[in-house]
């Protein structure tokens, strides 16, 4: 029984989205474009199914959290499902969140591995957009560019500041009243295990 309902679940969704499909553009695109281009497209987008998972596997490591490739592949996967008919991806990403929501310890973990994973991959956008900016502006003087630059040479900055400053211990005691905080302790508990593994997240970001 639990299986018919998964599949009609599954079927009613497929047709709700086939429904929505202007089918006329998407043949009259399909004959615009040469078969080895389309083929092209279908596997590095089938690549990064892979590679996304293995980075949400290490950031879940990073929270002590240890789950199955292939298991992770499957949730990930039907994620996307969901992201394709709920708005932008908070749905693929809540049900991430359910399927490895710990039951010992602190659940918020699940919730923070998938956020790392975001933010990780929302920095590395920002960085190639910057990269992007500056050779766009060795050939020409964009005033929206520069403001660009600008801004990643300012945020960039500051967060190796406060990261040098951390290191160094000037920063402590107001770190360990944020600890005191007693509101704060999921969120502190969380930065701590991705402050504490930096070789981790250098493997997330690469």
């Known amino acids: 029984m639990k299986l018919f309902l998964k599949s009609a679940a599954s079927i009613i969704l497929i047709v709700l989205l086939l429904r929505n499909v202007e089918w006329e553009l998407v043949f009259d695109n399909l004959r ?4 080895w281009l389309v083929v092209l497209v279908f596997s590095i987008f089938a690549v990064q199914f892979p590679i996304s998972v293995w980075k949400w596997q290490l950031s879940l490591k990073l929270h002590q959290l240890d789950y199955d490739f292939m298991y992770l592949l499957k949730v990930i996967t039907i ?18 969140v359910i399927k490895t929501m710990p039951e010992e310890g602190y659940k918020s973990r699940a ?6 994973d975001r933010i990780i991959g929302f920095s590395v956008l920002v960085f190639f957009g ?37 290191k160094l211990g000037f920063l402590s005691g107001f770190i360990q009243r944020l600890k005191n905080i007693k509101k704060l302790d999921i969120l502190m508990h969380n930065l701590s295990h991705i402050w504490n593994n930096p070789v981790l997240i250098l493997k997330i970001t690469a």
């Open 111 to 116: 919730i923070s591995a998938v956020l790392l």
């Open 32 to 35: 615009m474009m040469q078969p």
């Open 130 to 166: 910057f990269i992007g900016g500056l050779s766009i502006l060795m050939h020409e003087n964009n005033p929206l560019v520069q403001s660009y630059v600008m801004f990643c040479l300012l945020a960039g900055v500051a967060a190796l500041t406060i990261i040098f400053l951390i």
């Open 79 to 96: 994620g996307f499902f969901f992201n394709n008919f709920l708005p932008s991806s908070i749905g693929g990403d809540a049900y991430r």
